[in-house]
């Protein structure tokens, strides 16, 4: 397995565990309260782990590279579908019901919906490219 | 009318060369083993200068290891 694909397969497992937890805490602690899972995220930090690499071993090339451009372009109209279309959309639609008053609280929302959206699409594209490339 | 594909003799060629496995004809080219089973699968075409330096892993004309069809 290539070390793009690791990270990928790292990363959705981390984005899967955290949306799991989240579901989970959300009965005992609120909404709010269970958006500590997310802190989960913070074990993306490790991947640079998976970019060591062994005497000679070749890392990365011209498919790897072709694979990841791929991936980020489809990412990328993802989260901005996504991230206007729906997180922005809900924001204005916020402040439309409470003219110039928008909780604190959905800041960090709008921020963890984009991240999320970025981490699985960009992840998924990947793993299903290494599969047909 | 029939899409064009580039067909490859690297299995062929790799039997033909002391057996040589993915990995060292990966290394001699230098790329991944997983880029060596996709491109003998033909699932991946190489680049201009990749397939010119399998063609030359295995000392051979280009001509010889690929072939577009």
């Known amino acids: 397995m290539a070390a793009h694909q690791k990270i990928a397969l790292f990363n959705l497992i981390v984005a899967m565990a955290a949306l799991v937890l989240f579901l989970a805490l959300t009965p005992l602690f609120g909404f709010s309260g269970a958006q500590a899972a997310f802190a989960l995220f913070a074990l993306i930090g490790f991947t640079p782990l998976f970019y060591r690499r062994r005497k000679g071993q070749i890392f990365s090339d011209e498919r790897d590279n072709q694979i ?3 991936a980020t372009t489809l990412s990328f109209a993802v989260v901005w579908l996504i991230f206007v279309g729906g997180v922005m959309g809900a924001y204005y639609y916020l402040q439309h019901l409470n003219p110039g008053i928008v909780g604190l609280e959905v800041l960090p929302d709008l921020v963890w919906f984009g991240f999320g959206a970025h981490l699985v699409s960009h992840s998924a594209a990947i793993l299903t490219l290494y599969r047909r490339l | 009318m029939k899409t064009p594909s580039l067909r490859n003799q690297i299995r062929r060629l790799r ?3 002391n057996e040589m496995t993915q990995q060292m004809l990966a290394e001699r080219a230098g790329v991944t ?7 003998e699968s033909g699932k991946y075409a190489p680049s201009l200068l990749l397939a010119f330096h399998i063609a ?14």
């Open chain 2, 33 to 39: 083993r997983q880029t060596i089973i996709a491109i």
């Open chain 2, 56 to 69: 030359e892993a295995f000392n051979k004309p280009i001509e010889q290891v690929f072939q577009y069809e």
């Open chain 1, 68 to 70: 990841r451009l791929a």
């Open chain 2, 15 to 17: 039997f033909e060369h």
